[in-house]
């Protein structure tokens, strides 16, 4: 996986498929999508981090930790997920505290 970007620092991020094909795609309402090793998240126009997951079919569904905060600058950071579906980061609180999560396939 990897991002592309524009001119001015937005796009979509993409993956290889097996057969070399390149798959551009965006989650919801994003201004820039990344996926970095499977690492999922955007900004969106205010520049709130989320979360997001996409199966192989090319569905998105994003998220938040119940505690993220959305002001600019903000929110859910995934770090990485694995083979479970498990998915690891940190969240930024309206006090500006980092905290970590987990988040279990289907929670939220």
Do not use: C
Not at 53 to 69: C, K, N, Q, Y
Not at 73 to 95: L, R, S, V
């Amino acid at each position: 996986m990897g991002k592309a970007r524009d001119a001015n620092g937005e796009g979509p991020a993409f993956v290889h498929a097996p057969n070399g094909t390149v798959i551009t795609f965006e989650a919801p309402s994003a201004r820039l999508t990344t996926a970095y090793s499977i690492n999922p998240a955007y900004a969106d126009a205010s520049d709130v981090a989320h979360g997001f997951v996409r199966t192989p079919h090319g569905s998105i569904t994003t998220f938040d930790a119940p505690s993220a905060s959305t002001g600019s600058g903000q929110g859910t950071f995934p770090d990485g997920i694995n083979d479970a579906g498990a998915i690891t980061g940190y969240h930024i609180d309206n006090n500006d505290v980092l905290h970590g999560f987990l988040r279990t396939r289907n929670a939220w």
